[in-house]
């Protein structure tokens, strides 16, 4: 975890060829489209349990649509604003590590939830899922109001890795990593 | 009032509200980058059906195999303004079909039930019927 988007990790990654698909820049509709389309075409996940295709696709739209929907726009076109890799680590499990830049001032609020979806078991997860999916009904809210995480938290095989990189300008580099089981 | 027919896409599910024979059909996959987007017109036809619609029953048959965040919290809130219906003495009847082998997806059934304070249906089927 440690080494998580070291940019000799990633590409060192890229280079060995395994099963895997790495992308690097803004985060639109269509490219999730396409991702999650590309992903689900494989032929060796169909020959998996449709729940197990559905956990690992759940958990990658969830993250890329987190990551539309919290990536300011950022003044240094340079630094690629969102990094997202998929690979497969065995016949039974897949990774999904992304990245994007988020504004600094919502750290706080970020890594708590964070922690709390990470001190609870799977049946205090579906709670929080349900709880939140009623407020959200009962307001009339659009946000999704860490719905997404919860989702990706349900759909992952341990707890959900994460780290903030400090940038300037009031901005930080948000990375984050799941494990999908596929059996 | 005017049928509601949406073709599928590869992300977006088959909608057909048929006002003629007041059966209302989801069908296909659901995780539409914009569920919103997506699921706006479905909101507003509820809406209007519900408010003017003068049949005594209707069925809504849910047929989906995979549903995202987004469009769980639009198909609530679309469910929930055809459900108004039921104000004026409609009988509204939800069938929740999943997968036989993906009881994963009842439970989301029973979630969406639990969450709209209506019970549902649920009719488990092969893969291949819907």
């Known amino acids: 975890m440690a080494e998580l ?53 759940s958990a990658l739209v969830e993250c890329l649509q987190n990551m539309r929907n919290n990536t300011p726009t950022v003044p240094n076109e340079s630094v690629p604003n969102s990094i997202v890799l998929i690979s497969k680590i065995s016949d039974y499990e ?11 001032a919502d750290v706080p609020e970020l890594d708590e939830r964070i922690k709390k979806i990470n001190s609870a078991d799977q049946e205090q ?25 919860l989702e990706i938290a349900r759909s992952a095989a341990g707890k959900i890795e994460y780290r903030f990189i400090d940038m300037d300008g009031g901005f930080t580099f948000f990375c984050v990593e799941v494990n999908v089981q596929l059996n | ?22 059966v209302f059909e989801l069908k296909g996959r659901s995780i539409p980058a914009d569920a919103m987007m997506f699921y706006q017109p479905l909101e507003r036809w509820c809406e209007s059906y519900a408010a003017n619609s003068t049949q ?22 679309a469910l929930s303004k055809l ?33 709209l304070d209506h019970p549902f249906k649920y009719i488990a089927v092969r893969s291949e019927d819907y």
């Open chain 1, 5 to 57: 988007f070291e940019h000799e990790q990633v590409l060192g990654m890229m280079r060995t060829g395994r099963d895997q698909w790495f992308y690097c820049g803004e985060v639109s509709d269509d490219l999730i489209n396409s991702l999650v389309s590309a992903v689900d075409a494989k032929p060796e996940l169909q020959a998996v349990s449709r729940p197990a295709r559905r956990r690992l696709l």
């Open chain 1, 94 to 104: 897949y990774g999904l590590r992304c990245g994007n830049i988020m504004l600094t």
């Open chain 2, 83 to 115: 459900l108004k219906a039921r104000d004026r003495g409609v009988k509204v009847q939800i069938n929740w079909y999943y997968d036989v082998e993906d009881e994963d997806m009842m439970d989301k059934g029973e979630e969406i039930s639990l969450i």
């Open chain 2, 1 to 22: 009032m005017d049928t509601l027919f949406i073709p599928a896409t590869k992300t977006t599910p088959q909608v057909d509200f048929n006002s003629a024979t007041n």
């Open chain 2, 56 to 77: 005594t029953s209707i069925a809504v048959d849910v047929k989906l195999d995979h549903l995202n965040t987004g469009s769980v919290r639009t198909l609530l809130s």
């Open chain 1, 125 to 149: 997860i579906k709670e929080m899922y349900m709880k939140q999916m009623s407020v959200v009904l009962g307001d009339g809210n659009r946000k999704s109001a860490g719905l997404g995480l």
